[in-house]
T-cell receptor, first 113, second 111 residues
Framework: KAGVTQTPRYLIKTRGQQVTLSCSPISGHRSVSWYQQTPGQGLQFLFE???????NKGNFPGRFSGRQFSNSRSEMNVSTLELGDSALYLC????????????FGPGTRLTVT | ELKVEQNPLFLSMQEGKNYTIYCNYSTTSDRLYWYRQDPGKSLESLFV?????AVKQEGRLMASLDTKARLSTLHITAAVHDLSATYFC???????????FGQGTRLTINP
């Protein structure tokens, strides 16, 4: 079974631009969660989508948004990029049921200059 | 608000020695996870602990859970260099698919 895939793997953007990251979950998984990892704040939950609906949201500004498509693929978008948005963005997919184990993708390394 | 704290945050040890990483969490949770992360890489799932008294072992790593004390431990036996990595514990928010992570323990094992 193929794992979680994320594209692109690396990205360099300029402050003020916007960016879209993509995540394809494990086949059959309908829940996709996004996390941000930075040296200063560690791993923080962004949001979770299930069946195209946002079910849970973390404490991030509205510049961070996401969506999920009918095939369970998910995208997250960050608008008006700031230097502090530089991070490793991880997505994780899981099966049905809250508490189901989450399997992480390889991540997208975003650098904002 | 659920908080997860690990200690120590940094651990340098010699090959062949034993050590334990501790993970405390502040409120009741359904389950606890341990992950390993190598530099520049993603998170690799090590253990899922579902109930009080749960103990799981894989090779030189053993994890346990005490839900009454809200404490999990990751014990390393006879450490080898290949175990050098950052280890995270994470707790799931009850009723939500949201993981709250500890700060991570950076483990360095020296020959």
């Amino acid at each position: 079974k193929a794992g979680v895939t994320q594209t692109p793997r690396y990205l360099i953007k300029t402050r003020g631009q916007q960016v879209t990251l993509s995540c394809s979950p494990i086949s059959g998984h309908r829940s996709v969660s996004w996390y941000q990892q930075t040296p200063g704040q560690g791993l923080q939950f962004l949001f979770e989508y299930f069946s195209e609906t946002q079910r849970n949201k973390g404490n991030f500004p509205g510049r961070f948004s996401g969506r999920q498509f009918s095939n369970s693929r998910s995208e997250m978008n960050v608008s008006t990029l700031e230097l502090g948005d530089s991070a490793l963005y991880l997505c994780a997919s899981s099966g049905i049921g809250t508490g189901a184990e989450q399997y992480f993708g390889p991540g997208t390394r975003l650098t904002v200059t | 608000e659920l908080k997860v704290e690990q200690n120590p945050l940094f651990l340098s040890m010699q090959e062949g020695k034993n050590y334990t990483i501790y993970c405390n969490y502040s409120t009741t949770s359904d389950r606890l996870y341990w992950y390993r992360q190598d530099p520049g890489k993603s998170l690799e799932s090590l253990f899922v602990l579902l109930s009080n008294g749960a103990v799981k072992q894989e090779g030189r790593l053993m994890a346990s859970l005490d839900t009454k004390a809200r404490l999990s431990t990751l014990h390393i036996t006879a450490a080898v260099h290949d175990l050098s990595a950052t280890y995270f514990c994470a707790v799931i928010i009850q009723g939500a698919q949201k993981l709250v992570f500890g700060q991570g323990t950076r483990l360095t094992i020296n020959p």
